[in-house]
Protein backbone atom coordinates (compact mmCIF):
# COMPACT_ATOMS: atom_id res chain seq x y z
CA UNK A 1 0.00 0.00 0.00
CA UNK A 2 1.35 3.78 -1.42
CA UNK A 3 0.38 6.63 0.65
CA UNK A 4 0.78 10.14 -1.12
CA UNK A 5 1.06 13.33 0.83
CA UNK A 6 0.57 16.77 0.02
CA UNK A 7 0.07 20.11 0.87
CA UNK A 8 3.10 21.26 3.34
CA UNK A 9 5.06 24.49 3.02
CA UNK A 10 5.99 27.49 4.89
CA UNK A 11 3.35 29.45 6.79
CA UNK A 12 3.56 32.53 8.71
CA UNK A 13 2.75 32.05 12.71
CA UNK A 14 -1.22 31.95 12.64
CA UNK A 15 -1.35 30.89 9.62
CA UNK A 16 -3.27 28.02 8.19
CA UNK A 17 -1.97 24.81 6.43
CA UNK A 18 -4.19 21.77 4.79
CA UNK A 19 -2.51 18.17 4.53
CA UNK A 20 -3.70 15.29 2.58
CA UNK A 21 -2.80 12.04 1.72
CA UNK A 22 -3.92 9.55 -0.33
CA UNK A 23 -3.29 5.69 -0.12
CA UNK A 24 -3.64 3.19 -2.89
CA UNK A 25 -3.07 -0.60 -3.86
CA UNK A 26 -4.48 -3.21 -2.24
CA UNK A 27 -6.55 -2.29 0.17
CA UNK A 28 -9.63 -4.50 1.29
CA UNK A 29 -10.17 -2.50 4.83
CA UNK A 30 -8.76 0.48 5.93
CA UNK A 31 -8.88 0.84 9.59
CA UNK A 32 -7.13 3.77 10.96
CA UNK A 33 -5.49 6.74 9.35
CA UNK A 34 -3.28 9.51 11.16
CA UNK A 35 -0.68 11.89 11.05
CA UNK A 36 2.66 11.91 12.51
CA UNK A 37 5.20 14.12 13.16
CA UNK A 38 8.95 14.27 13.49
CA UNK A 39 10.94 17.67 14.39
CA UNK A 40 14.51 17.86 14.50
CA UNK A 41 16.60 15.99 17.39
CA UNK A 42 13.28 14.78 18.57
CA UNK A 43 11.82 11.34 18.09
CA UNK A 44 8.17 10.45 15.99
CA UNK A 45 4.88 11.56 17.58
CA UNK A 46 1.28 11.13 17.04
CA UNK A 47 -0.60 13.92 16.44
CA UNK A 48 -4.15 13.03 14.95
CA UNK A 49 -5.68 9.88 14.36
CA UNK A 50 -8.92 8.74 12.95
CA UNK A 51 -10.89 5.36 12.97
CA UNK A 52 -13.12 4.16 10.00
CA UNK A 53 -16.26 5.30 11.94
CA UNK A 54 -14.67 8.70 12.21
CA UNK A 55 -13.63 8.45 16.04
CA UNK A 56 -10.84 10.73 16.36
CA UNK A 57 -7.92 11.40 18.63
CA UNK A 58 -5.55 14.18 18.71
CA UNK A 59 -2.01 15.29 20.85
CA UNK A 60 -2.55 17.75 23.40
CA UNK A 61 -0.46 20.17 22.21
CA UNK A 62 -2.81 20.55 18.37
CA UNK A 63 -6.02 19.88 20.18
CA UNK A 64 -8.21 22.86 18.94
CA UNK A 65 -6.11 23.90 16.22
CA UNK A 66 -5.91 20.73 14.24
CA UNK A 67 -8.74 18.83 12.40
CA UNK A 68 -8.45 15.77 10.65
CA UNK A 69 -11.12 13.89 8.68
CA UNK A 70 -11.31 11.02 6.40
CA UNK A 71 -13.47 10.11 2.79
CA UNK A 72 -12.83 6.61 3.46
CA UNK A 73 -14.56 5.62 0.02
CA UNK A 74 -11.25 7.51 -1.29
CA UNK A 75 -8.65 5.80 1.17
CA UNK A 76 -7.71 9.45 2.06
CA UNK A 77 -6.91 11.53 4.92
CA UNK A 78 -6.88 15.47 5.46
CA UNK A 79 -5.05 17.29 8.37
CA UNK A 80 -6.34 20.71 8.39
CA UNK A 81 -3.81 22.67 10.73
CA UNK A 82 -4.91 26.37 11.98
CA UNK A 83 -3.15 28.88 14.25
CA UNK A 84 0.63 27.16 13.26
CA UNK A 85 2.75 28.04 15.80
CA UNK A 86 6.60 27.76 15.28
CA UNK A 87 6.69 24.81 17.53
CA UNK A 88 4.73 22.66 15.13
CA UNK A 89 7.61 22.82 12.45
CA UNK A 90 8.75 19.11 11.32
CA UNK A 91 7.96 16.87 8.42
CA UNK A 92 4.18 15.50 8.81
CA UNK A 93 3.96 11.64 7.84
CA UNK A 94 0.97 10.28 7.16
CA UNK A 95 -0.13 6.23 8.22
CA UNK A 96 -2.67 4.03 7.07
CA UNK A 97 -3.32 0.51 8.61
CA UNK A 98 -5.96 -1.97 7.41
CA UNK A 99 -6.48 -5.73 6.14
CA UNK A 100 -5.47 -5.96 2.00
CA UNK A 101 -8.20 -9.01 1.83
CA UNK A 102 -11.22 -10.10 2.81
CA UNK A 103 -9.68 -12.80 5.33
CA UNK A 104 -8.56 -10.57 7.46
CA UNK A 105 -5.34 -12.10 7.37
CA UNK A 106 -2.99 -9.66 5.64
CA UNK A 107 -2.74 -6.70 7.79
CA UNK A 108 -0.83 -3.69 6.07
CA UNK A 109 0.80 -0.64 7.94
CA UNK A 110 2.31 1.85 5.34
CA UNK A 111 4.15 5.26 5.94
CA UNK A 112 4.16 8.14 3.57
CA UNK A 113 7.62 9.92 2.60
CA UNK A 114 6.66 12.93 4.70
CA UNK A 115 5.96 16.30 3.91
CA UNK A 116 7.77 19.56 5.71
CA UNK A 117 5.71 22.06 7.42
CA UNK A 118 7.81 25.25 8.41
CA UNK A 119 6.18 28.01 10.69
CA UNK A 120 8.15 30.96 10.77
CA UNK A 121 8.31 34.86 10.34
Known amino acids: VQLVESGGGLVQPGGSLSLSCAAS????????MGWYRQAPGKQRELVAS???????NYAHSVTGRFTISRINAANTVYLQMDSLIPEDTAVYYC????????????????WGQGTQVTVSS
Open 95 to 110: NADGYSDRWLSSRFSS
Open 25 to 32: GSIFRMVG
Open 50 to 56: INAGGGT
